[in-house]
């Protein structure tokens, strides 16, 4: 292609300016870069190519190139030439279609739907010399964007404290693709905005959504023994391009459309008060180990951007699981992550992001656990990310488990402990109290020694990873037959009670006990300190048939049923009272850790056997009763809050308990009791029902209930 000009080696990535667009991109060991310009997305030869000269369009180890009459929506990808020996590293195929590491937006096209019977990954130099040409299948394309067209209407990230935060884990295309869901366009961005006001009326204030960077849902091959489909990569934890929402996710087919719909979706969700929280993915990308396929970053430079074993480089570190390990701690990479996580919040506004095996992101180049990793510390101390929430995912599938101890001062971390406790603690094992209260209170033996708050611990009972609420209380047992992976995938530590019955049942007594566990759960979660997570479907029962590792069921099973709403109203409208009561009470929201009694003064926490005494936590069993007292949180207004008294008894029988006495000649009022099956289990504010006899009340088996005083 003529009349280009050698451009500049940053910014990487395609970036409009002056007429044209400027392509730039990294690799060191590539000896011949050529640029191919598509006119449409289905094309299978370039309208124009460039191929880079080494000494024009090369600053140290960046290939650069401007194209004049490049415009938003031009579609384009590399090809890379260069040594292919797998035992130094190097894997580079001059046949082999390339999208830019950079690329802001892909044409919506399966890579790995498309591959040939016959297709053979390239693994020595003989495979490479006899590898078809770039025809081998269809392709998806890089799409141009113009980062600056849109208008975002004066909107920015929200930027809300983690202590006021209530987190709503979902996954983007499952929220409307499934049944009732009576939107537009079912499981896209555009279908997800109409779904707004649900959010809004439940009173969340953010959304964690499932990845949405570009991957191929066609690369699971496995196969659902029963009805004989393919399965699919429905949670999408395998990146193909980091800069990129999925452009499937996106009624607007239209090259680069994904972009301005996802932006679409934030603005609305942030006119809404609700922020977004993104799950990303820096572990691993879809290219797989040695057998897998060349995508971008192998064929840019696979001995940076990837952990190789030793003196053995032609295999891959694997501490995802997944086949290959991003080299994380590479400045090259280190640069890559933080490029990535900038333009996300300064292109799409992004108010935070959730690292999944986020343990990856503090190993070595070598895979050793630093104390101090420089990606970790890099994120944490980043000026544009710095009102940005970090949220770790803190162990990996290598072994590594930092719950408490994740490195890089402010990150916050998913609470596995939390999930635990509370399981066994409601499902009645003995002399699961102690922990329970050690995880309500804020989980100040994980974080208090870090010098960290109980809002970095993000508390769920369920999230995508395992059983929905609803199987939590419906199955013993993991039911995963139709995944294609005879049952082998997938948890079985789930410390769940199906109480009675294995699976979906009609039997009112069952159910009964069902939506009061259900109850317990959820009112447990937004009453204890730290920032509550909640599995989306959950306030309504959603349910996966048992089926505990759900990632490839892009059907019925995972997506939401939105015709269980009417048939579950009651735990809606609990679930939206606990959320209200929380956003209305600083005392279960508490920014820094209870310090217990201390002289002359009332303590801000205050544990209680049945009989209103002191506890002994090596004694105490399936009970668990304290006071918060509300001069140590203010309210919005600046008052101080009120007291709470809240008990739990997850005996198979009841408890008469002796409640502590008000104070400042104030009354008990009953504001939750779970056992009531109805929606007075919790009450509107105002309506609180004032106890009849202020020293006693009776829990019934399996129940929490909360007293406030006023």
């Known amino acids: 292609m003529e009349n280009t000009s050698p451009g500049k080696p940053f910014p990487l990535g395609a970036e409009l300016s002056d007429g044209g667009a400027n392509f730039a991109v990294f690799s060191r060991n590539g000896t011949r870069v050529i640029l191919n310009l598509y006119d449409n997305p289905d094309a299978t030869d370039p309208y124009a190519f460039v191929e880079l000269d080494p000494k024009k369009n090369r600053t140290g180890d960046i290939w650069h190139v401007f194209v004049p009459g490049v415009k938003a929506g031009t579609l384009y990808l590399y090809q890379v030439d260069g040594p292919f020996e797998p035992s130094q590293g190097h894997r580079y195929n001059a046949k082999q279609l390339l999208f830019d590491p950079y690329a802001k937006a892909l044409t919506p096209v399966s890579v790995f739907g498309n591959l040939p019977p016959t297709y053979k990954t390239p693994l020595d130099k003989t495979d490479v010399e006899l590898a078809e040409s770039r025809h081998l299948y269809r392709f998806p394309k890089c799409v141009v964007i113009d980062d600056a067209a849109f208008d975002w209407e004066g909107d920015m990230p929200i930027n809300r404290p983690l202590s006021r935060s209530i987190i709503y884990e979902v996954h983007t295309k499952g929220f409307t693709a499934g049944k009732g869901s009576g939107v537009r366009n079912p499981g896209t961005y555009d279908g997800f905005r109409e779904k707004i006001p649900y959010l809004q009326a439940l009173g969340i204030t953010a959304v964690e959504l499932l990845p949405v960077y570009e991957f191929d849902e066609y690369e699971n091959t496995n196969v659902n023994p029963r009805t004989g489909e393919r399965m699919k990569n429905y949670w999408g934890y395998s990146t193909i391009a980091f800069f990129a929402p999925k452009a499937g996710y996106a009624a607007d087919k239209s090259p680069g459309g994904c972009v301005r719909e996802f932006k679409e979706l934030v603005k609305a969700l942030h006119r809404a008060g609700i922020e977004v929280i993104l799950d990303v993915v820096f572990n691993h990308t879809a290219e797989g180990n040695e057998h897998g396929i060349t995508l971008n970053l192998r064929g840019f430079e696979n001995s940076i951007y990837y952990m190789l074993v030793g003196n053995h480089n032609e295999y891959y570190m694997n501490f995802s699981g997944c086949g290959n390990t991003m080299n994380c701690n590479h400045p090259i990479v280190r640069r890559f992550i933080t490029d990535c996580l900038r333009y996300w919040v300064i292109n799409y506004h992004i108010d935070g992001f959730r690292f999944d095996l986020?343990?990856?992101?503090?190993?070595?180049?070598?895979?050793?656990?630093?104390?101090?990793?420089?990606?970790?510390?890099?994120?944490?101390?980043?000026?544009?990310?710095?009102?940005?929430?970090?949220?770790?995912?803190?162990?990996?599938?290598?072994?590594?488990?930092?719950?408490?101890?994740?490195?890089?001062?402010?990150?916050?971390?998913?609470?596995?402990?939390?999930?635990?406790?509370?399981?066994?603690?409601?499902?009645?094992?003995?002399?699961?109290?102690?922990?329970?209260?050690?995880?309500?209170?804020?989980?100040?033996?994980?974080?208090?020694?870090?010098?960290?708050?109980?809002?970095?611990?993000?508390?769920?009972?369920?999230?995508?990873?395992?059983?929905?609420?609803?199987?939590?209380?419906?199955?013993?047992?993991?039911?995963?037959?139709?995944?294609?992976?005879?049952?082998?995938?997938?948890?079985?530590?789930?410390?769940?009670?199906?109480?009675?019955?294995?699976?979906?049942?009609?039997?009112?007594?069952?159910?009964?006990?069902?939506?009061?566990?259900?109850?317990?759960?959820?009112?447990?979660?937004?009453?204890?300190?730290?920032?509550?997570?909640?599995?989306?479907?959950?306030?309504?029962?959603?349910?996966?048939?048992?089926?505990?590792?759900?990632?490839?069921?892009?059907?019925?099973?995972?997506?939401?049923?939105?015709?269980?709403?009417?048939?579950?109203?009651?735990?809606?409208?609990?679930?939206?009272?606990?959320?209200?009561?929380?956003?209305?009470?600083?005392?279960?929201?508490?920014?820094?850790?209870?310090?217990?009694?201390?002289?002359?003064?009332?303590?801000?926490?205050?544990?209680?056997?049945?009989?209103?005494?002191?506890?002994?936590?090596?004694?105490?069993?399936?009970?668990?009763?304290?006071?918060?007292?509300?001069?140590?949180?203010?309210?919005?207004?600046?008052?101080?809050?009120?007291?709470?008294?809240?008990?739990?008894?997850?005996?198979?029988?009841?408890?008469?308990?002796?409640v502590p006495s008000a104070l400042g000649g104030r009354k008990w009022y009953l504001v939750a009791d779970t056992s009531i099956d109805g929606p007075d289990a919790i009450t509107e504010e105002g309506k609180e029902e004032l106890l009849r006899g202020q020293e006693h009340y009776v829990i019934p088996a399996g129940s929490l209930i909360i007293l406030i005083a006023k």
Not at 503 to 519: D, L, V
Request: aromatic residues 12%; hydrophobic residues 30%.
């Open 358 to 658: 986020a343990s990856i992101l503090s190993r070595s180049q070598e895979g050793a656990l630093l104390d101090f990793p420089p990606l970790t510390n890099e994120i944490s101390e980043d000026p544009i990310l710095s009102r940005t929430k970090i949220i770790a995912e803190p162990w990996d599938a290598g072994g590594a488990y930092q719950v408490g101890r994740f490195p890089g001062g402010r990150w916050a971390e998913w609470n596995d402990r939390f999930r635990d406790d509370i399981r066994r603690f409601w499902r009645g094992d003995e002399f699961a109290s102690s922990g329970a209260a050690t995880r309500l209170s804020g989980s100040s033996d994980i974080y208090a020694s870090s010098g960290r708050k109980p809002g970095h611990s993000i508390n769920y009972v369920t999230c995508h990873d395992g059983f929905t609420m609803n199987d939590l209380v419906s199955y013993n047992h993991k039911h995963n037959e139709e995944n294609g992976e005879d049952n082998r995938d997938g948890t079985d530590s789930n410390w769940s009670y199906n109480h009675g019955y294995e699976g979906a049942t009609a039997n009112p007594a069952i159910e009964k006990r069902r939506n009061k566990q259900m109850r317990n759960f959820l009112l447990t979660e937004l009453i204890a300190q730290g920032t509550p997570m909640i599995l989306g479907g959950d306030e309504f029962r959603r349910g996966q048939q048992g089926n505990n590792n759900a990632y490839c069921q892009d059907n019925d099973t995972s997506w939401f049923d939105w015709t269980l709403i009417p048939l579950n109203e009651k735990i809606l409208t609990f679930t939206k009272r606990a959320i209200a009561l929380r956003k209305r009470h600083a005392v279960f929201r508490r920014e820094t850790f209870f310090r217990g009694q201390h002289a002359g003064d009332v303590p801000d926490i205050q544990w209680y056997n049945p009989d209103g005494s002191n506890p002994d936590w090596k004694e105490i069993s399936r009970f668990l009763a304290f006071r918060l007292c509300g001069r140590y949180a203010k309210n919005d207004d600046g008052s101080e809050d009120n007291d709470f008294y809240i008990a739990a008894n997850t005996d198979r029988r009841d408890i008469m308990v002796t």
